[in-house]
């Protein structure tokens, strides 16, 4: 016995015992609860997928079919898992659309990894293989591509709809697709053509109606009534538009104060001071020649008293108050004017002009709206509608996906098929270039391409087609040279998706995979948790 153990004691530095036993568990442990969580998605990606309901802490339910909305609800503790979290988010503000397909990607290369790891390769060889496989999965992807030019609005208008389609309010597509399509093109800036910034588009929601009811507005919607309630006007033509940012009250003094009012004489004078105070701001606005007033909300003071409204409805202009403060940059962006924060700098060349504004009745509730602005600024409104607050949210984020969606188009004006083609075509490219290369590499890359198989194997999967025949079949096509063949779930067979209208954008794809392969990367690269109290 003695002997057997006498070798440990003279360990050298050549044959020192050192335990990796540690570093697989937690690396194990990391790719486990990743996959975990791109599982969870899986069943949503696509047209035919699923959707969640997410019932919040505080009790609020929400329905979604968006991969980053599902995430980001979700209370994921380890740590690892969070990046798949973080990794829905950083695609859905890279690309806005693709938010699942991006977790189910990274989720099938963490399973492949798994395998690699343990037939014994080093992580850094497998992390190394995977970037350079997704440097060329971008490559054949762009090669892939058809280009696209903005004139051409029925392709941007199918590629809307394609994003469209997974959605919850996927029959209402053909409205909400062109519309999402226009609201982009109306912003599109001249002097920066590939640059849009979404913040320009506001999306009202508004309850009652149908999802049928949306529109798109030139100009500005308000979600408040005007304040009518000392009678003034509720409709103004040929409207200037004053933006202002202070109060039409009396003033208060800086610090706490009270007056101690003896006898009716001094309460006469205050009185009085007061009315003298407003209808001096008020003469002042009404020699601008302005007649609607947007009045920012405040929380100093009342923005406006009953007496100032008593004495605006007199002079005959139309009030708006509470306008919250971060709109206010985008109501002078649309109206062309300045906002006022002194009525000593109330002037007529800070107004904005607009043809009309009227206050509509729309289902429980009324709207402002400000149609026929002048000089109008690129921004557009688009009024959401629909029968409960969930179906609203739901339209608003698939919405926001197809706007996404363009502004991809409009930043890389490039289309490629969707149905899972790309996937499989990747698939087979870097297959046979797997069987090129040297050593380990080419055993990574060919994993590598086998796990882009999920998306096509999921989409047959959601659609309750027969998984395994149907990817075996695109296979086939693709080997024959057909690269545009992919799942056309509705008809539940293999057809070419580009004559199907079933299109998506280059940068939604590629920036897909090379999200997916950062984040799996990191976690395979991390060996050890250290909590820190």
């Not at 343990?118 to 999965?137: E, F, N, Q, R, Y």
């Not at 040279?481 to 070419?496: D, H, L, M, S, Y």
Request: hydrophobic letters at 45%; a neutral charge; one cysteine or more.
């Amino acid at each position: 016995m003695a002997a057997i153990a006498a070798p440990q004691h003279r360990s050298s530095k050549t044959e020192s015992y050192v335990d990796n036993k540690r570093k697989e568990d937690v690396r194990h442990a990391n790719i486990v609860a990743a996959r975990a969580v791109a599982n969870a998605v899986r069943t949503s990606l696509g047209p035919k997928g699923m959707d969640k309901m997410i019932s919040t802490s505080s009790d609020e339910v929400i329905i979604t079919n968006d991969g980053a909305t599902i995430l980001n609800k979700m209370k994921v503790l380890q740590p690892a898992a969070k990046m798949l979290v973080e990794l829905s988010k950083s695609q859905d503000s890279a690309a806005g659309d693709g938010t699942t397909t991006v977790v189910v990607i990274a989720g099938a290369l963490l399973e492949q990894c798994l395998l690699l790891l343990s037939h014994g390769i080093h992580p850094t060889v497998v992390s190394d293989s995977l970037h350079k496989a997704a440097v060329k999965a971008v490559d054949v992807l762009t090669a892939m591509a058809v280009p696209v030019e903005l004139s051409d609005r029925d392709s941007l208008v199918k590629s809307a709809s394609t994003s469209l389609n997974s959605k919850v309010v996927s029959q209402y597509s053909t409205l909400l697709a062109p519309l999402a399509v226009d609201a982009v093109l109306s912003v599109v800036d001249a002097a920066k053509p590939d640059m849009v910034d979404l913040r320009d588009v506001k999306i009202v929601k508004k309850l009652g109606g149908t999802v049928d009811d949306t529109e798109l507005v030139r100009g500005l919607v308000f979600d408040k009534k005007v304040s009518h309630a000392a009678g003034g006007p509720t409709r103004m033509e040929n409207a200037k538009i004053a933006v202002i940012q202070f109060q039409i009250s009396p003033p208060k003094t800086d610090i706490e104060q009270s007056i101690v009012v003896s006898d009716y004489s001094q309460m006469d004078r205050i009185l009085k001071e007061e009315r003298s105070y407003i209808l001096g701001m008020i003469k002042k606005i009404k020699a601008a020649g302005c007649n609607v007033l947007l009045i920012q909300k405040s929380i100093l003071r009342d923005a406006v008293t009953d007496l100032s409204l008593h004495y605006l409805a007199k002079a005959k202009i139309l009030v708006i108050k509470d306008v919250e403060r971060d709109e206010i940059e985008f109501i002078t962006k649309t109206l062309n004017c300045l906002p006022i924060a002194n009525i000593e700098h109330f002037r007529a060349e800070k107004l904005g002009y607009a043809d009309l504004v009227e206050e509509v009745s729309l289902g429980d509730g009324k709207i402002v709206k400000i149609t026929g602005i002048k000089d109008m600024g690129k921004t557009t409104t688009v009024l959401v509608r629909g029968s409960n607050q969930l179906v609203i949210d739901e339209a608003e984020r698939s919405l926001h996906d197809a706007l996404c969606v363009v502004r991809c188009l409009v930043a890389k004006r490039f289309l490629i098929a969707g149905g899972g083609a790309p996937e499989i075509e990747l698939s087979r490219q870097l297959g046979a270039w797997a069987k090129v290369l040297h050593g380990m590499e080419g055993y990574c890359v060919k994993a590598f391409a086998e796990a882009l198989e999920v998306i096509p194997y999921t989409l047959a999967e959601n659609a309750g087609l027969n998984p395994i025949a149907i990817v075996t079949e695109l296979r086939n096509r693709h080997a024959q040279g057909e690269i545009n063949t992919g799942i056309n779930v509705r008809k539940g067979q293999i057809t070419n998706i580009l004559e199907e209208n079933v299109v998506q954008p280059l940068l939604v794809s590629t920036s897909a995979i090379t999200l997916a392969t950062e984040c799996v990367r990191m976690i395979l690269k991390i060996d050890d948790i250290v909590t820190v109290r």
